[in-house]
């Protein structure tokens, strides 16, 4: 809170010299970084500014960079490229945040590459952006604000959200996994969950403010306390409700229940869980909460029982394939979406093909698909028998096909049917048509009025087209 208060001085500060003056902000990586670009747009407009997409016209440009994979940092140097200009144009600020800045060969490309850059600061500095930024304007200096350490949970920063039906909620930050494919832990650091009372007293917040979907985000939902847990700590906490009650939360489980109380609320996502800790207590959660949405994303990375072992993942392919069973067993009618690599180094044919089987098998809603990108620091960047570039693309090509003919598929099972749809709002590109998503995640897209947004109305499902179903509204 101390922290925060020190901030909101420098907030002051720069709304003093601040006149009329923009911002734009580039995101760039996974919710997580969307929900920290909230936190910086929320900081930047209590400090004056406002929002504009015009990068030439903005007074302040923030890069939130992600580097997961090779094509999320080829991105930002594309884009800094084109902000040279406005730079010497008309001396805007340049910033940078997000997880590529915790990569010290990163930070050394920008200083040698891109001298222009005013700010760089990293996901668990984001909070101290108001201070970073004054000094770089007033004192015309380079700032450069990176924490090697894990940062703590921070409370209280401003937030400034765009979509005024569904909100992402932080329940805890890093990671733990090492995954041997994946920078996150490095960049992100050490999991640490956030008070079940801040995440209640957040969501009952934005409930108020007429919200009606909350996706908690997490790289591992699924542990929320379990590393407070492991340490030692007391995490029976008692959060107290809207209503005076009070309620015990020691575990994922728990904080889904409660987050289900929650009045106003009507459908609860959560990303990413992990297989490994896929507990029964999660499954009997999600399956007596009516607002968790009975999609669940299980990322499933291979379906190969060696990859998965080489990749660190802790679970095999009967394993993943059981637990699927078992939730579809306890839950009717309940639906998966998944992330998968292919090229993974050693992935032979044979293991390919148990991925290509898996999706067969779970027939999936949706799948995040990715090739395999060799990330500098992790185990799987050493390991000698990386996949031929040709074979990766081959592979990730069947693959989208399958996945395609699965989706296809399914859709033509929704037609007739009548599905409810949160109305989110207009189509961008037809002023007639709304559209919404079903509690499966599926676009569908209605002829409708504005009366209709924020609700949750039953739509007669009457074609499909791959992305996105059609629908009428069924009003009786
Ligand atoms: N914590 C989440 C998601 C992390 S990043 C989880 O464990 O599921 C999102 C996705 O990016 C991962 O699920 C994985 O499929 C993909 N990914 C991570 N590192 C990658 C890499 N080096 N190459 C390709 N895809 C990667
Ligand atoms: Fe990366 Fe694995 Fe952690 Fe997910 S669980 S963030 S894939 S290391
Ligand atoms: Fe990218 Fe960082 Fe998210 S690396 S995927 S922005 S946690």
Not at 345 to 355: A, C, I, L, Q, V
Not at 386 to 399: P, V
Request: aromatic share 8%; proline share 3%.
């Amino acid at each position: 809170m101390k922290q925060i208060q020190m901030q909101d001085t420098y907030i002051k500060k720069i709304k003093e010299i601040n006149k009329n003056q923009k911002y734009a902000i580039l995101t760039m990586g996974c919710q997580l970084n969307e929900n920290d670009s909230e936190r910086i747009s929320g900081m930047l407009e209590k400090s004056g500014y406002t929002k504009t997409n015009d990068l030439s016209k903005a007074n302040v440009i923030v890069f939130n960079t992600c580097c997961v994979r090779e094509n999320a940092e080829d991105r930002l140097f594309g884009k800094l490229g084109e902000v040279k200009k406005y730079k010497e144009e008309n001396g805007c600020i340049i910033a940078i945040g997000g997880c590529m800045m915790q990569e010290k060969h990163m930070i050394q490309k920008i200083q040698e590459s891109y001298p222009f850059v005013d700010v760089i600061f990293g996901p668990h500095t984001l909070q101290k952006l108001p201070e970073d930024l004054y000094n770089s304007i007033i004192e015309n200096k380079k700032i450069e604000d990176i924490l090697d350490i894990d940062g703590e949970v921070v409370e209280g920063i401003p937030t400034a959200r765009e979509d005024k039906i569904k909100a992402s909620v932080t329940i805890m930050n890093g990671c733990n996994n090492f995954c041997t494919y994946c920078i996150v832990p490095y960049v992100r650091g050490r999991e640490r969950s956030r008070h079940p009372q801040d995440i209640y007293n957040e969501v009952v917040n934005l409930a108020k403010q007429g919200y009606k979907e909350i996706t908690l985000l997490g790289q591992n939902v699924n542990s929320y306390l379990v590393s407070e847990k492991a340490k030692g700590e007391n995490v029976d906490f008692i959060v107290k409700k809207e209503s005076g009650d009070e309620y015990k939360v020691n575990s994922f489980a728990t904080l889904l229940r409660l987050i289900n109380e929650v009045d106003g609320i009507e459908r609860i996502r959560f990303i990413s869980p992990h297989p490994k800790d896929f507990t029964d207590d999660v499954i009997d959660a999600i399956k007596d909460s009516k607002k968790v949405c009975k999609l669940i994303h299980l990322p499933l990375q291979s379906g190969s029982t060696e990859v998965l072992k080489t990749m660190n993942r802790k679970y095999t392919k009967e394993h993943y394939l059981d637990l699927v069973e078992k939730i579809k067993n306890k839950i009717p009618n309940v639906q998966f979406s998944t992330d998968i690599i292919v090229g993974f180094p050693g992935e032979t044919e044979k293991d390919f093909e148990d991925t290509l089987d898996v999706v067969s098998k779970v027939k999936f809603e949706q799948i995040y698909m990715f090739i395999y990108s060799r990330r500098v620091g992790t185990v799987a960047d050493k390991m000698e028998n990386q996949i031929d570039e040709r074979i990766k693309h081959q592979r990730f090509d069947k693959l989208k096909k399958l996945a395609e003919n699965i989706i296809a598929e399914k859709n033509i099972n929704y037609v007739g049917k009548t599905e409810l749809v949160l109305v989110e709002g207009k189509s961008k590109t037809n002023e007639k048509i709304y559209t919404g998503r079903t509690e499966t995640n599926k676009v569908v897209n209605f002829e409708g009025n504005e009366n209709m947004i924020g609700k949750i109305l039953p739509m007669k499902i009457v074609s499909e087209h791959m992305w996105y179903l059609k629908g009428k509204y069924d009003n009786i």
